[in-house]
């Protein structure tokens, strides 16, 4: 929606004139002031985006989130109706980065205010300002289409016309839809990864997705150090990789994988310059749990685990669920697997102990 910035020298702050040619499916233009109302509301307790932290470069975003500051002092403005400013707390090398995730992209806020809290249930009640629209999409469907958007200033590179789009959480019912035609491309898991092993029709790449664990602090139980510790290295990550996804993932010691980045200057790969954070260890793991018993008083522990509902995450549950029953005595962990909507919504509410998830940067 815009075309290159304009950086001054300390790096701290970026310009970006808006394209006079973008424009919002309504027929609207997009303005500075759509990326100004979005990212104050984005920051803004309690709308706060779940992605909150990849504001926090920018000047007084943190403070908005902590309802320290007012969000009319957020480090973006609109200079004029083409014109956006940003300003940061530091110089971030990566920001112009951060502005190609999803976290960042505008509402229009004439369609916004309009509809409130509906804004994007539907395709009707969501304005588009890219290169597809989307048709047939009430917030329910699983069959929906991509239609290329004549008002997309780049239209006449894009190729496609039309993306027919299938929504379906069972890698099977993937496969076979793939197999038979009716698809021409589909993400896929095990055992398709294996089966497809060696095939031209699957493609494989490397990505920074990380799966993770949350714990509640909420909790009496999890306020325990010893109980989260022992969570943390009581299950053998290595043959979760190498038996449950079997995809190519590799274990994962912290936030940052192997093969991913490396120092500029030295060219050392960021994960062996930090060291491994939280690899299975099961001899400290039971001594937490020992040690976390004693402290708790009980010798019986319950606990559940919250993850979505797609076959990957029912498989690392139930992965999981083993591991710490075997593994640390008088445990005992109950599975809570609903959409994904729902798991982000329960997880806001604070109405778990355990969640598992996967985040992605980009």
């Known amino acids: 929606a815009a075309e290159e910035p304009e950086i001054s020298e300390d790096g701290k702050t970026y310009t970006y004139k808006i394209r006079e040619d973008a424009k919002w499916s309504t027929g609207e233009p997009v303005t500075a002031h759509d990326f100004v109302y979005t990212y104050r509301k984005a920051v803004t307790p309690p709308e706060l985006s779940q992605n909150v932290n990849r504001f926090f470069p920018i000047n007084k975003a943190k403070e908005i989130s902590e309802g320290k500051e007012s969000p009319e002092n957020l480090g973006v403005k609109a200079l004029d109706d083409k014109t956006l400013e940003f300003t940061l707390t530091s110089p971030t090398a990566y920001f112009e980065d951060l502005l190609g995730t999803p976290a960042f992209l505008p509402q229009s806020q ?27 999409w009430t917030g329910t469907e699983n069959s929906f289409d991509l239609v290329k958007n004549p008002d997309y200033w780049d239209a ?24 038979s035609g009716d698809v021409q491309y589909t993400q896929t898991g095990n055992p398709y990864v294996e089966q497809l092993d060696g095939e031209p029709i699957l493609q494989t790449s490397l990505n920074g997705k990380v799966g993770y664990l949350q714990f509640n602090f909420d909790k009496p139980i999890l306020k325990n150090k ?39 200057a030295s060219g050392q790969d960021f994960r062996a310059m930090n060291g491994h954070l939280g690899a299975y260890d099961l001899d400290f793991a039971q001594s937490e749990w020992k040690l976390a018993k004693q402290e708790l008083g009980l010798d019986q522990i319950e606990l559940e685990l919250l993850t979505s509902d797609t076959d990957t995450s029912k498989a690392t549950s139930e992965f999981l669920q083993g591991e710490w029953q075997n593994n640390l005595p008088g445990l005992t962990v109950t599975i809570r697997n609903v959409p994904l909507k729902s798991r982000q919504q329960i997880t806001n509410t604070g109405e778990y102990d355990m969640v598992y998830g996967t985040y992605h940067p980009s």
């Open 110 to 136: 004439k369609l916004a205010e309009e509809v409130g809290d509906d804004y994007g249930s539907s395709a009707e009640k969501t304005a588009f300002n890219g290169p597809f629209l989307v048709e047939g």
């Open 156 to 179: 006449e590179n894009v190729q496609l016309s039309r993306i027919n789009w299938e929504v379906s959480k069972e890698l099977q019912t993937n496969y076979n839809l793939f197999n």
């Open 226 to 264: 010893h109980v989260r510790q022992a969570l943390r290295s009581g299950f053998d990550k290595e043959a979760f990789t190498q038996a449950v996804l079997k995809d190519g993932s590799q274990s994962l010691d912290g936030w940052v994988p192997a093969d991913h980045v490396s120092d500029p």
